[in-house]
């Protein structure tokens, strides 16, 4: 079992940045592939990250290649989401995720333990 708590989330206006952190509950931390999702109401939630357990492999949405950075540190028990050049699609719900295994899955069907979310705001 984990417990996920993100942090960071707010308003900014476009083309700014912001990054959002995840600390997780546990000594196992080490052994989770991690996950930042996001959903808008109405649609359904969809990755916009993902990061192996040793951080060596990750895996973007097209909409976020180049603008959004995952990454973690097992030592702190924290992933990060990285949001720089934001646009004001990127508005959502933004949820950290962790599952047992070893590479980036992106299937959010895949990951059993979640955080209770943390809203972004991109202004016009």
């Known amino acids: 079992q984990v417990q996920l708590v993100e942090s960071g989330g707010g308003l900014v206006q476009a083309g700014g940045s912001l990054r959002l952190s995840c600390a997780a509950s546990g000594r196992t931390f080490s052994t989770y592939t991690m996950g930042w999702f996001r959903q808008i109401p109405g649609k359904e939630r969809e990755c916009v990250a993902a990061i192996s357990w040793s951080g060596r492999s990750t895996s973007y949405a097209e909409a976020v290649k180049g603008r959004f950075t995952i990454s973690r540190d097992n030592a702190k028990n924290t992933v990060y989401l990285q949001m720089n050049s934001l646009k004001v699609e990127d508005t959502a719900v933004y949820y950290c995720?962790?599952?047992?295994?070893?590479?980036?899955?992106?299937?959010?069907?895949?990951?059993?333990?979640w955080g209770q979310g943390t809203q972004v705001t991109v202004s016009s």
């Open positions: 995720a962790a599952r047992r295994g070893t590479y980036a899955n992106t299937d959010k069907d895949e990951y059993p333990y």
